[in-house]
């Protein structure tokens, strides 16, 4: 079902998300920059479904998960697994494949919600659905109707590219999807060549499921793509992740490709930003959650490879488990965590000042309170220096 996105918006400011007075850490150190501070909070609670929509989760069957009764009546608002930012202090957020597997989302709708933190709430506007009425995707879809699905593709990462249009990067192929502002698909799936996930009805899997397109950011000239595998294509170096570039005006991979190396295999990225021409943000976190989470950090990572040693340069510009919240903001203490399984979403804000999202994997995840479902949280933190990004990637 179509759901068209809300003109009306409320009133937001990006200034406020850089709030004055908060704690200046300290300086960059040989690992990186000096701890990052907390600015704004805000959630989402974990029941929230788009209104008067079709159900969902019969897949899951009927025991319930953390308290959450299923199947559900409507769709789900959930599972924010890329983000683009609006100039009206809105964000469009993209829900990923549903329940996480192929075999369990056939009734999840793929597409993208608009949201504004308003306050300590986040308030959601509007959305689309992604669809196919031209047939683009050579493959048999789920619905008659060609709503995709969570059994269709597993989208994971968004830009918005200079005409308006979206680039999604998918897992199941993994494929680059090219979407109109209403969500009608506008040309078959982009396959990155030579690599094959398990779902991919094309080739030989030389991919992990899941494992695909987790990262997108588009260049600040908006013409091109780079493209981050989560998952190491069989072959290449333990915990070694592809970072392959777009031509976006040619519909075609460059050559061009780097490698972004996990600080350990059984570590994975949740997504990947734009800083500059040469430089990117990239979220590593590890696959635990709550107390048993050790690794939610972001990097910046330098494409110029200036100690040659063939990866991409990595420093530590905020670590998510230790925030300073001088501010207590959200009512926690004054050590802030984000112990989340899966943080999928970063975005610039200004030169020190980044929003960053989880996907709450609804209703399984439960990081924030044992046996309750975590809600999709909205957070702003204050880094301890500049980024100095190029001006363009702060005008998506």
């Known amino acids: 079902m179509r759901r068209p996105l809300a003109i009306a918006v409320t009133a937001l400011a990006i200034t406020t998300l850089t709030l004055p007075g908060a704690a200046e850490p300290a300086q960059q150190t040989e690992r990186g920059f000096g701890r990052a501070t907390l600015t704004t909070f805000a959630a989402l609670p974990a029941e929230t479904y788009v209104p008067a929509s079709e159900p969902s989760g019969a897949a899951l069957g009927t025991t319930p998960v953390n308290g959450i009764q299923l199947p559900f009546a409507d769709q789900p608002v959930q599972g924010f697994s890329g983000i683009v930012r609006n100039q009206d202090g809105t964000f469009e957020v993209l829900s990923d494949n549903g329940y996480g597997t192929k075999a369990n989302s056939a009734d999840f709708a793929l597409g993208l919600h608009r949201i504004a933190p308003n306050g300590t709430d986040i308030d959601v506007l509007g959305g689309i659905d992604f669809t196919d009425p031209d047939h683009k995707v050579p493959f048999p879809l789920t619905r008659p109707d060609r709503v995709l699905t969570g059994a269709d593709f597993d989208v994971e990462s968004i830009v918005r590219a200079k005409d308006n249009t979206y680039w999604v990067g998918d897992e199941f192929g993994p494929y680059l999807l090219h979407f109109d502002r209403t969500g009608r698909l506008l040309a078959a799936p982009v396959p990155l060549p030579g690599v094959f996930a398990p779902e991919n009805p094309s080739g030989t899997p030389n991919l992990p499921s899941s494992k695909g397109f987790e990262g997108l950011a588009i260049s600040p000239d908006r013409r091109t793509l780079n493209a981050l595998l989560e998952g190491t294509v069989a072959g290449d170096p333990a915990g070694s992740l592809r970072l392959n570039e777009f031509d976006i005006a040619r519909d075609s991979y460059t050559g061009k490709r780097w490698t972004y190396q996990l600080d350990d295999p059984s570590h994975a990225i949740g997504d990947l930003t734009t800083v500059d021409r040469d430089r990117l943000l990239v979220i590593e976190r590890d696959g635990f959650q709550g107390a048993d989470a050790k690794v939610k950090k972001v990097y910046l990572v330098d494409k110029r490879d200036r100690d040659h040693d063939g990866k991409l ?81 702060l005008h998506d």
């Open 313 to 393: 340069d990595k420093t530590l510009v905020a670590d998510l488990l230790d925030l300073a919240n001088p501010r207590h903001l959200g009512g926690f203490d004054e050590t802030f965590r984000f112990p989340f399984q899966t943080i999928e979403d970063v975005a610039v804000l200004d030169d020190r000042t980044l929003a960053i999202l989880n996907d709450n994997n609804f209703p399984f995840s439960s990081g924030r309170n044992p046996g309750k479902p975590d809600n999709d949280e909205f957070i702003t933190v204050r880094l301890s220096q500049s980024l100095h990004p190029d001006p363009r990637s």
